[in-house]
């Protein structure tokens, strides 16, 4: 092993039953090293967080850390050799402070049954110095943004004694100013000798930050690569083993009805949003977007029944309605995927027929409520079809699927009603992989042409707005502040938009 090797995995192999996760991986880390790990999901990325982690044991294979070399890891012994890794809740206890959070494992450790809170505060704010991070330390997790709880939870690996910060999608929640801001941590730490993994699907981001980049599919290492030596395409195409194509950056615009499907007149659910107005037609795809607690998911979420608003007027199909529930807003052909799609989207332990069939229950049951379960299964195996849902049977748990096809379970879901007439997609390609993602933006537009619906999609991905809208809507402070129409504003334009103070006034 070099001086400069902090650690070598090396044939490492995994199994979950008939599916095999990991198949004879090796690499190395060394010291102050950035490493980017990038692959779609089921690639094996996540098994091997967990293996080095500690959390899973690998079936063969060695793991060599400095001169000492284990057959297998448990999680103590993890830490203690300096890997942490920062999952994408932050694993970080809400209710406590900034400085309990950072330092306090450290006297636990210790074994002291007294809390020296001088002692504790100096930890926690020497640490968040060491990558010039300025929290107030007496500051409630609860309160803080994602940002900042992201550089809480980067500081306590640091109390740990963190050789090999492990990143998993640290980017998802943040804003370009923030990834810009965690780019800066995470400089600094391989300025202080500290290696990190950037695991992401976000290639562009990877491309900025990493040295060096490691690419799964199916199970395997099938790239390990100076980043000097790849661009963005040849990255996609060891990630997928094709060539994937992107649609432009303004796609070709759907030829919408003159006719609103939905209106909304003056809305309002204070603190969240309030005077909202703004209208979606019958096949049109509407983005919503602005920068993190601007009030766009509050909104959505009370057009689905959610959160329903306090004032303001709804008019769907000419009609003035009231959505009060979720049963209102699914009676008149309103549907929601949220962007948890794990705790919110599917029964995650039931198997893709009963998830698909989840919001028609009603129409495929007898009088008596027994379930009609052949109907049920004509409908699941339609949209599994249509949707190219990829899964080994209809009666497979949802939660064994990749992150794209249970994203396609979601929308199958609602598709699946032959009543629905508007569809509110919040964040729908968060944590897909580039392949998933190009499909899911293709389904999208072929959903307004073939199904006639309207849709709503929330998301701060710019170039996802840009690739799939009609019309943006961008929200500040609760309220509409700007409005483009197809082709009116690029990229760059939009980014701008979002982060100026005096953005023009109305919609």
């Not at 899973?56 to 294979?61: H, I, L, M, Q, S």
């Not at 107005?277 to 795809?285: A, I, L």
């Not at 029964?347 to 495929?364: E, G, L, M, P």
Request: glycine fraction near 8%.
């Amino acid at each position: 092993m070099s001086e400069d090797q902090l650690l070598r995995v090396e044939n490492i192999s995994k199994r979950f039953g008939g599916v095999v996760a990991l198949n004879d991986v090796s690499f190395e880390v060394r010291k102050g090293e950035i490493i980017g790990l990038i692959g779609e999901n089921g690639s094996g990325k996540s098994t091997m967080i967990k293996i080095l982690a500690g959390v899973y044991v690998p079936d063969k294979g060695d793991i060599y850390i400095d001169h000492r070399h284990y057959k297998r890891l448990n999680p103590i012994q993890s830490i203690k050799e300096g890997i942490n890794v920062i999952y994408q809740d932050f694993s970080l206890f809400s209710n406590l402070t900034v400085a309990e959070n950072v330092a306090v494992s450290s006297l636990i450790s210790e074994g002291k049954r007294l809390v020296n809170w001088q002692e504790l505060y100096h930890i926690a704010e020497e640490n968040l110095h060491r990558i010039k991070a300025r929290i107030p330390l007496d500051a409630e997790v609860q309160d803080l943004s994602t940002a900042e709880r992201q550089i809480v939870a980067i500081a306590r690996t640091l109390v740990h004694g963190a050789r090999f910060i492990i990143m998993d999608e640290p980017t998802t929640a943040l804003t370009r100013q923030e990834v810009q801001s965690l780019f800066e941590v995470i400089r600094q730490l391989k300025d202080q000798g500290i290696s990190v993994l950037f695991v992401s699907h976000k290639l562009h981001e990877v491309k900025e930050i990493a040295d060096r980049t490691i690419i799964f599919r199916d199970g395997r290492k099938v790239l390990d690569q100076s980043m000097e030596k790849l661009d963005l395409k040849t990255m996609e195409f060891y990630m997928t083993g094709r060539r994937v194509k992107t649609p432009s950056s303004v796609f070709t615009k759907t030829k919408e009805s003159h006719l609103p499907l939905l209106q909304v007149k003056n809305l309002t659910l204070l603190p969240y949003f309030s005077n909202v107005s703004f209208c979606v037609k019958q096949r049109e795809v509407l983005g919503i977007t602005g920068l993190l607690g601007s009030g766009q998911r509050e909104l959505v979420l009370s057009l689905f029944g959610v959160l329903p608003a306090e004032s303001g007027e709804i008019y769907f199909e000419g009609k003035k309605i009231q959505i009060r529930s979720i049963q209102d807003a699914m009676r008149h052909g309103i549907g929601y995927v949220p962007e948890d799609r794990v705790n919110e989207g599917v029964f995650s332990k039931q198997s893709v027929a009963n998830n698909v069939v989840a919001a028609i229950v009603d129409y495929i049951a007898t009088k008596f409520g027994v379930l009609k379960r052949e109907t049920g299964l004509k409908v699941c195996q339609r949209w599994i079809k249509e949707l190219n849902v990829k899964t080994p049977s209809l009666e497979t748990p949802v939660e064994s699927l990749s992150g794209g096809n249970q994203q396609r379970v979601v929308i199958a879901k609602w598709l699946a009603d032959d009543k629905l007439k508007l569809l509110i997609l919040n964040g729908p390609t968060v944590g897909i992989d580039v392949v998933s993602k190009a499909d899911i933006h293709k389904l999208i537009r072929n959903m307004t042409k073939e199904k006639d619906l309207g849709i709503i999609l929330v998301s701060d991905d710019i170039p996802e707005l840009l690739q799939t809208c009609d019309r943006i809507l961008l929200m500040r402070d609760g309220k509409i502040a700007a409005q483009f129409e197809y082709g009116e504003i690029d990229e760059e334009g939009l980014y701008r938009q979002m982060i100026e103070e005096n953005v023009m006034e109305g919609a």
